[in-house]
């Protein structure tokens, strides 16, 4: 059995992208959101792709089964967004979550980034256990950066000092 191959975001993946996190949005956790309301969704290239950040997706057999994203906010620090990964690729058999997480760390160490930031809901229970077992920490709404994007929908917020 072979793992999924993490890839820079292109164009042809938008499609396949928008459809996976919104399917997890909407149907796995219930989260009443659309496209529309994530216009990030649909300028990929402009908005994460742009000074320090980038957007990669895990590629499984040609179909994509994981997302992550890294905004840049200014002053060597960056947002990690939009992580998803398809309900059939998480745990250790495919490792597809490791495997982003672990890409998206190491662009952040190239580019001598300080800190990476990230905002997330409640009800993302096993999400909050995979980021603190790979070393962010929890914060507080006020240690965040003024800079950093708080999303309506997020409740829990960590750091990870790169």
């Known amino acids: 059995?072979?793992?999924p191959v993490i890839k820079e975001y292109a164009d042809e993946f938008q499609?396949?992208?928008a459809e996976l996190i919104l399917a997890i949005q909407q149907h796995e956790y219930q989260v009443a959101i659309t496209k529309e309301e994530q216009p990030d969704l649909l300028n990929i290239k402009?908005?994460?792709?742009?000074g320090n950040g980038n957007f990669w997706v895990a590629v499984?057999?040609?179909e994509?089964?994981?997302?992550?994203s890294l905004l840049d906010i200014g002053?060597?620090?960056l947002a990690l967004r939009k992580m998803f990964v398809k309900k059939e690729f998480r745990g250790p058999i495919f490792q597809t979550a490791s495997l982003l997480l672990n890409t998206a760390l190491k662009?952040?160490?190239?580019k001598s980034i300080s800190a990476i930031f990230l905002g997330t809901a409640p009800q993302f229970k096993a999400a909050h256990r995979?980021?603190?077992k790979n070393g962010f920490i929890s914060i507080k709404l006020e240690q965040l950066p003024a800079s950093f994007p708080v999303l309506q929908v997020d409740k829990k917020f960590c750091t990870y000092l790169v």
């Not at 402009?46 to 742009?50: C, I, K, L, P, T």
């Not at 994509?64 to 992550?68: D, K, N, Q, R």
């Open 107 to 110: 662009w952040a160490k190239d």
């Open 60 to 62: 499984y057999e040609r």
């Open 130 to 132: 995979f980021y603190e």
């Open 75 to 77: 002053s060597q620090q």
């Open 46 to 50: 402009e908005f994460y792709q742009a």
């Open 1 to 3: 059995m072979s793992i």
């Open 15 to 17: 499609n396949e992208t």
């Open 64 to 68: 994509v089964v994981g997302t992550i």
